[in-house]
């Protein structure tokens, strides 16, 4: 996707995310809905396209868009259904933009609604339960444990900079309105040292806590969203992805992502450079993903992701502001409708709207995905997007 200014998001929306709520993903999909409806002003009929992400709380129904579209009462033109996962809400974004591009639909939803904490019902499937899940892999802290630990043998790891990235988020998640409950109190580096090692060298603390919710965006192009009457728009100027890096390798460096190949890809077709960056909302399922995106996005040198956390101010008036709602981390993560959680900040804080985590600057934003953890291999799927105003 070459740089163009002609496609806009122009609305976004978010519920707050819940742990066992006892509700469904059509339920969170529905106030996400209309919450976007209120606060953009137009009619549900002027949306003729939807891009929804695979839940984990209904894998099993091969035909959850089209019963999604049924109980929102939409009549999309152009339906897309995504199974990356994390990458689900800015690859629904880009995905939106071409569709729009090729006259296939003029105002697409891009919804992520999940509700895994009340029902899980996924099923890996592949080969994990023949060779993973008898030798006790069972999800992804015993994969991520792994990934620190190489991590660790390669470059080093100073435990100080995880906990680090840890209390910068839960200080922005105490302004999220939005967040988990349950983290709406401050944490301290000996809080984080004090924290249990679950998959050694991880801490509990280093990881995200399941919950439900459900966030959406308006995408249309510019010239659509003037004639609607919406004044407020972000421009998605780069997108990138990838998936199943270095497929071919029996046994790849599980310290490479994705997002080394994509980076010079958005920044090819943004114009910009790391020290362009404004903000970063990396997608955050451990606190390792997000230092180690540091390194692969260019502000820092490889191995030198520790040294770049513990010098850098990443708070909402820093030098790099981190996830400034809180990120998964401190707000909960809401299933595979997670992407969409660092997505929606992205576009509130450019749209003015961050109350008392706005930042300073925010003309544009870096926002990356991530879809599932293989043991022992590359992420299955890195996606980032850049946005300007």
Same mark, same amino acid.
């Given at each position: 996707?070459a ?7 122009? &609305?976004?929306?978010?519920t707050?995310v819940?742990?066992k709520?006892?509700r469904?993903?059509y339920?969170?999909g529905g106030?996400?809905l209309?919450?976007?409806l @209120? ?7 002027e949306?003729d ?5 695979a839940p984990?709380?209904?894998?099993p129904n091969?035909?959850f868009p089209v019963?999604?579209?049924e109980?929102?009462g *939409?009549s999309?033109?152009?339906?897309n259904?995504?199974?990356t996962?994390? =990458?689900?809400?800015t690859?629904g974004?880009?995905?939106?933009a071409s569709?729009i591009r090729d &006259? ?7 919804l =992520?609604a999940?509700a895994?904490s009340?029902a ?6 592949a080969y994990?339960g023949e060779f993973?899940?008898p030798v006790g892999?069972q999800?992804p802290?015993?994969s991520?444990g792994?990934?620190?630990s190489r991590?660790?043998h390669?470059?080093?790891i ?6 680090k990235?840890a209390v910068t ?5 105490l302004?999220?309105e ?11 580096m000996?809080?984080?040292?004090n924290?249990?090692?679950i998959?050694?060298p991880?801490?509990?603390?280093d =990881? ?12 249309t192009?510019e010239?659509?969203?003037r ?8 421009y998605p100027?780069?997108?990138?992805e990838?998936?199943?890096?270095h497929g071919d390798r029996?046994?790849?460096?599980i310290?490479e992502? &994705?997002f080394s190949?994509?980076a ?7 114009g910009?450079s790391?020290r362009?960056?404004?903000?970063f @909302?990396?997608?955050?399922d451990?606190?390792i993903a997000v230092?180690?995106q ?5 502000f820092?040198?490889r ?5 770049f956390? *513990?010098a850098?101010d ?8 981190l996830n400034?709602?809180?990120?998964q ?6 299933g ?6 660092n997505l929606?900040e ?7 709207e961050?109350? &008392?985590?706005?930042?300073k600057?925010a003309r544009?934003?870096l926002?990356t995905?991530i ?6 291999r590359?992420w299955?799927?890195s996606?980032?997007l850049i946005?300007e105003?």
């Amino acid at each position: 996707m070459a740089k163009k200014r002609d496609i806009v998001i122009a &609305g976004y929306s978010e519920t707050p995310v819940e742990f066992k709520s006892g509700r469904s993903a059509y339920d969170f999909g529905g106030e996400a809905l209309a919450k976007l409806l @209120q606060s953009t002003g137009i009619p549900k009929s002027e949306i003729d396209g939807m891009a929804v992400a695979a839940p984990l709380s209904e894998c099993p129904n091969p035909f959850f868009p089209v019963y999604m579209a049924e109980a929102l009462g *939409l009549s999309p033109k152009w339906l897309n259904y995504s199974g990356t996962g994390g =990458c689900s809400a800015t690859g629904g974004i880009a995905r939106a933009a071409s569709a729009i591009r090729d &006259g296939l639909c003029e105002t697409v939803v891009v919804l =992520c609604a999940d509700a895994p904490s009340t029902a899980w019902r996924a099923n890996y499937g592949a080969y994990r339960g023949e060779f993973q899940e008898p030798v006790g892999v069972q999800g992804p802290p015993a994969s991520f444990g792994l990934l620190m630990s190489r991590y660790h043998h390669q470059y080093g790891i100073k435990p100080e900079a995880l906990g680090k990235i840890a209390v910068t988020q839960r200080e922005h998640a105490l302004h999220n309105e939005n967040a988990l409950a349950k983290f709406k109190t401050p944490l301290t580096m000996e809080d984080y040292f004090n924290s249990r090692v679950i998959a050694d060298p991880l801490r509990l603390l280093d =990881c995200v806590m399941f919950c439900d919710g459900a966030n959406a965006f308006l995408v249309t192009s510019e010239k659509r969203a003037r004639a609607l009457g919406l004044s407020k728009m972000v421009y998605p100027t780069a997108y990138a992805e990838i998936t199943n890096l270095h497929g071919d390798r029996s046994c790849p460096d599980i310290t490479e992502t &994705g997002f080394s190949v994509i980076a010079p890809l958005i920044y090819k077709q943004s114009g910009l450079s790391a020290r362009d960056i404004r903000m970063f @909302q990396p997608y955050d399922d451990f606190t390792i993903a997000v230092m180690m995106q540091f390194e692969d996005f260019g502000f820092c040198e490889r191995g030198q992701g520790s040294d770049f956390t *513990l010098a850098t101010d990443l708070s909402r008036t820093g030098t790099l502001p981190l996830n400034t709602g809180g990120g998964q981390i401190s707000a909960g993560q809401p299933g595979l409708a997670s992407g969409g959680l660092n997505l929606a900040e992205a576009v509130r804080q450019m749209f003015g709207e961050g109350g &008392g985590r706005q930042v300073k600057d925010a003309r544009n934003a870096l926002v990356t995905g991530i879809g599932v953890i293989p043991f022992a291999r590359n992420w299955g799927t890195s996606a980032a997007l850049i946005l300007e105003t």
